[in-house]
């Protein structure tokens, strides 16, 4: 099932499930939004990312929603299987126009149950 | 196409060694970013290349880090007299940069940094 919340640490689902991560923003002037599935003993594998002129974008079983109003990201996964378990990191560029640095949130961790 | 690579991967130093680490970006990317990782934490980060010239080093925690790219390719992360809380894993990205708006960073394996 899915599960909501604000800097939920972990998120634990059945397989087959789709799941809902969200991610708070802290700088309204971001343009740039991009989230990463990190592996234990990996880099930061790309997913997703999204400019701030847009509200939604999909990917293949993923989609990702920006809320501007309330400075709200989220990342869908459809059906969601046991290797999307990992720590899912969203990340913003707060310099508009200036360095190209991503700031990253604290990354919820999602277990897919068989 | 290779990825980006660094290495070593694994790195052990006593306290007060100077250590490299060397990161090789995707063939062809212009930029290229330093992040330190924290056990149990998101990345953060240190510095950025855009080819040779380094832009912005704000995340640079003090003097002992140092970073070069003086080609435009390969880099180096230098840690002088390394402290135990320069213990991480230490991310390299590179991203293709085209214009003027920010551009997807991809990030190499990384190197575990462990200072006794």
């Known amino acids: 099932g899915e599960s909501v919340g604000l800097h939920l640490p972990t998120l634990s689902v059945q397989e087959g499930d789709n799941s809902i991560i969200n991610c708070a923003y802290s700088?309204?002037?971001?343009?740039?939004f991009i989230w990463y599935k990190q592996e234990s003993g990996k880099g930061p594998q790309f997913i997703i990312d999204?400019?701030?002129?847009?509200d939604k974008r999909q990917g293949q079983r993923v989609t990702v929603l920006l809320n501007k109003t309330v400075k709200h990201l989220s990342l869908q996964i459809a059906a969601t299987q046991p290797g999307d378990s990992a720590v899912y990191f969203c990340?913003?560029?707060?310099?508009?126009?200036?360095?190209?640095?991503?700031?990253f949130g604290k990354g919820t961790k999602l277990t897919v149950n068989p | 196409g290779a990825g980006v690579s660094q290495s070593p991967r694994y790195k052990v130093a006593k306290r007060g060694q100077d250590v490299a680490l060397r990161c090789d970006p995707i063939?062809?990317?212009?930029?290229l970013f330093w992040y330190q990782q924290a056990l149990g934490q998101g990345p953060e980060f240190l510095t950025y290349?855009?080819?040779?010239?380094?832009?912005?080093k704000s995340g640079l925690p003090s003097d002992r880090f140092f970073a070069e790219r003086p080609e435009g390719s390969v880099s180096t992360l230098k840690i002088q007299r390394t402290q135990q809380e320069d213990s991480a894993v230490y991310l390299c990205?590179?991203?293709?940069?085209?214009?003027?708006?920010?551009?997807?960073?991809?990030f190499g394996p990384g190197t575990r940094l462990t200072v006794l």
């Open positions: 990205a590179s991203s293709l940069a085209q214009g003027w708006s920010t551009d997807t960073q991809y």
């Open positions: 700088n309204s002037a971001s343009d740039y």
């Open positions: 290349f855009q080819n040779e010239a380094q832009l912005d």
């Open positions: 063939s062809g990317h212009v930029s």
């Open positions: 990340a913003e560029n707060p310099t508009q126009g200036g360095s190209e640095k991503l700031v």
């Open positions: 999204i400019r701030s002129n847009m």
